[in-house]
Structures are given as C-alpha cells and as structure tokens.
C-alpha cells in the first residue's frame, strides 16, 4: 500500500496555495472555540438606561409617549426597529437614534447592572481555554464603555456590536463579521429569538438564557439548541455542546 500524500483538499485548502501563514489560520479556525455572548438581557440588566432613554427621546421630539413598562421591546433588536415599533414617522427615525445616544451617552449606559454569577461564570470559561467575544446590536461604542467601566472588558478577546452610522446592525452580520475573524467553532449565547435566528444563519448552535428579556416559547419556535436557566446550567451546557480542546 502506498504512502497517503497530503494533498490542499484534506487540509482545507481547495484553492488557496500551501504556506505557512494558510496553515496557521486554518489551525487557527479549527483549535479556536469560541463563545459569543450577547450584551443586554445575557450579561447584563440594561432595562433602566434603555427605557429612560427611549422616554426621554420621545419627550424631546414631542412624540406621543410610551410607559416604562411597556419598553421592553426596546432591549435587543437595532433602535431602527425598535423606533419604528413606536411608530415613529420613517423620516425621523435617524433623529430619533441620534437624540436616544445623545441621553445614553450622557449616562444612562452606566445605569446598568450584569447579572448574578455572570463575572464568576466567564472567568471559569477562560481558565477552561475558551475565546470568549461579545456580539451586540447595540453600538459597538457604548458596549466597549459599559464592559470597560465595569472592569469585565479583559474578559473577552473582542466586543462586536453595530456600527453608529447603522451600516452594520443586524445579529446576524455581527456574528458573521466575529466568525470570519475568528473561525466557526463557535456557539452563541443569548436571551432572544433575535440571537438565535443569528446563530442558526451563521449554522452554529445556540443557548438561550431564560433570565433576560426575550420569551422561552420564540427561542424555542426558532430552534434553539437548549435552554439554560442559570450560570450554573449555562457552563454545563457549553461544555455539552463545545467540549474545549485545552
């Protein structure tokens, strides 16, 4: 029986010529896990800075207000959606995104709080050797501020969110743009159905925590991989789902 040569198809490059930089990337993207953590509603309760913000905006544009209570819908999707769901006229919805950052910057990003057992849970993750990286639809600016102040930015290889001119802000690109840069061995973590449709048309698994803001019923209907009640549960199910190399 003769020797097997390797050849550019058995180890991932079809087309791209053999050098030592495509062999590094490809055992990059191979040995590389990562999780991809949504921000608000997963790591942190961000209702407060969010739901002020959106009243205030609404206040200062004289448009008809809505009660704190009924805001939740304002935590996750893109503030385009979010405005229109406010019924904000379509060519007043950039004005209305630039006056919710103005009164976010100004402090309602910090009026927020992570959730119990969230900053014990990342550490046990690191120390198992995972790549650990936030995907957000809120503006990549105002997540990097809000890890940073809370000391939890260290903890992550790298924070994706949407841009502040809008052109990127769909979960789904935001989790393409963190996979082409980092392989797909990957799962995404997060507390709506927005998260896990992301993750399903990126094709990685995904874990819905049910402490957030997003309902267990559309998590499941859109095909969740599993459910995680706790941080406890969550580590569990990580290690089911992606057993870490190291």
């Known amino acids: ?33 990562n ?8 790591l942190i309760d961000s209702a407060p800075g969010i739901k002020h913000s959106a009243i205030k905006t609404l206040k200062e544009m004289k448009l008809p207000l809505i009660p704190y209570e009924d805001l939740d819908f304002f935590i996750g999707p893109p503030l385009s959606d979010c405005f229109r ?15 919710f950052r103005k009164f976010y910057e100004q402090g309602e990003q910090l009026n927020c709080s992570f959730y119990p057992g969230i900053k ?24 990097v501020n809000i890890l940073e102040n809370f000391g939890f930015a260290s903890y992550f290889d790298h924070i994706y969110g949407s841009s502040l001119d809008s052109s990127l802000s769909l979960k789904k690109d935001i989790i393409a743009l963190c996979l082409s840069r980092h392989g797909k061995e990957a799962l995404m973590v997060g507390d709506t159905y927005l998260d896990i449709i992301g993750a399903n048309e990126n094709h990685i698994p995904s874990i819905g925590v049910t402490w957030g803001y997003g309902e267990k019923e559309k998590m499941i209907q859109n095909h969740v991989s599993c459910l995680a009640d706790n941080t406890e549960e969550l580590l569990e199910k990580i290690s089911c789902i992606l057993p870490c190399h190291s």
């Open 120 to 143: 014990e849970c990342l550490i046990s993750l690191k120390k198992r050797g995972y790549h650990l990286f936030v995907c957000t639809s809120k503006a990549e600016y105002f997540a």
């Open 85 to 99: 769901l406010c019924n904000v006229p379509e060519d007043r919805i950039l004005e209305a995104i630039s006056v």
């Open 35 to 42: 999780i991809l953590f949504d921000l608000d509603g997963t």
């Open 1 to 33: 029986m003769g020797l097997l040569r390797p050849n550019h198809s058995m180890i991932g490059f079809a087309t791209a010529p053999f050098s030592v930089d495509n062999v590094f990337s490809f055992l990059y993207n191979v040995l590389m896990q």
